[in-house]
């Protein structure tokens, strides 16, 4: 299997004359050689231990060939979704016994290209605020690919809404939550990506209260200059987050309109965080996906339902600035930083009932 890129804690520096594995001569680069931005120093004071294993025979870790899949001992399921199963691991020679997300799909999902679109965002996102880190990715058989990713040990906010008998969160917490994933997509804009993709199984947290947004399988990096359009319609799954404009045949999207894409799954998100459920549920078994794309384009905007007594002014604002059936007039990730529900939260406050949420919801095997 050989592996795609690494950032820099997984780079140990090449032995003298050795040869990397499958006969290929020193220093060939491999598949999607790193990016720049992963060219880091280990700390010198790690370094008798992580830039080589002097009591093994072995040839040690080297740059991107020397690791396998085979250096991961897989110790249970975190979970799955209809495309990709997510393994807990462990790295068997790592000096911290550090354990990490493997994420692998079921079947090739795209192939080459589309592993090289996906690294691309990976790299791109690289050490940005409130995004979970890709420590490494694979290919295996040329085609299916395997991610190493930062392991969040209070899993995804979907299963603490289950764990939780599907009440929502409460507001101090859902306010901290919705000030992370902005600051996560606020990251991703200044770097010209777009996710395509957020909702509660996408966004992660652990148990210090930490959240991070996940998968940018779906991401598009948009191109630089003007006039440049990215693919924005239908992707792979939860169309229930999609945003009006996105539900056109062959959805094209500038940069302006792509992002906008990002305000309107987050307020779908926090809606859905907010009451427990997603707005468009119950599904009907004959709701076909035409039908729901539909009822996005030409229906009213979900919103805070006005019987509900114990919603703020600040949430019920939140929520209806980012739902904006009109591009022009949603409200923008900046302006979304500095709304009263999340500017004028008690950040401590918020912080705390947040944590106290997700360690509730985490059992002795999450640890």
Not at 47 to 64: F, K, L, Q
Not at 186 to 200: D, E, I, Q
Request: glycine share 8%; aromatic share 6%; proline share 7%.
């Amino acid at each position: 299997m050989r592996p795609i890129f690494f950032p820099h804690e997984f780079f140990r520096p090449r032995a003298p004359a050795a040869v990397a594995r499958d006969g290929e001569a020193e220093g060939t680069k491999p598949i999607l050689a790193p990016h720049e931005l992963f060219h880091h120093e280990a700390p010198a004071a790690a370094a008798a231990t992580v830039v080589r294993d002097e009591e093994s025979d072995e040839e040690p870790i080297v740059g991107i060939v020397g690791l396998e899949m085979s250096d991961f001992q897989v110790i249970g399921e975190l979970g799955g979704g209809l495309y990709n199963v997510v393994y807990k691991a462990r790295l068997r020679r790592c000096p911290h016994g550090g354990v990490f997300a493997l994420k692998t799909p079921y079947y090739d999902l795209g192939g080459r290209e589309e592993d090289e679109a996906v690294a691309a965002v990976l790299r791109r996102v690289e050490g940005l605020e409130h995004v979970v880190r890709c420590h490494a990715m694979f290919r295996r058989n040329e085609s299916l690919r395997v991610a190493v990713f930062e392991h969040m040990n209070g899993g995804s906010l979907d299963r603490a809404l289950s764990r939780r008998g599907g009440r929502g969160l409460p507001e101090p917490a859902l306010a901290e939550v919705a000030a992370a994933c902005l600051a996560a997509l606020r990251g991703l804009h200044s770097r010209g990506v777009v996710h395509l993709h957020l909702n509660p199984f996408h966004i992660l947290a652990d148990a210090d209260g930490n959240i991070k947004i996940c998968d940018f399988d779906d991401a598009k990096i948009i191109p630089p200059g003007p006039g440049s359009t990215v693919y924005s319609g239908i992707g792979f799954g939860s169309p229930e987050y999609m945003s009006p404009e996105r539900c056109a045949p062959m959805a094209m999207a500038g940069a302006r309109v792509a992002r906008a894409a990002d305000v309107w799954s987050l307020g779908i998100t926090v809606l859905h965080l907010y009451q427990g459920y997603c707005p468009a549920r119950p599904l009907p078994s004959k709701r076909t996906l035409e039908r729901l794309s539909y009822e996005i384009s030409h229906g009213e905007p979900p919103s805070v339902p006005d019987e509900d007594t114990r919603a703020s002014i600040e949430l019920r604002g939140f929520v209806s600035a980012c739902l904006q059936k009109c591009v022009c007039t949603r409200a923008t990730v900046a302006e979304l930083l500095n709304h009263p529900f999340v500017a004028e939260r008690d950040v401590a406050e918020s912080r705390r009932v947040l944590k106290e949420v997700i360690v509730a919801t985490m059992d002795k095997d999450d640890y």
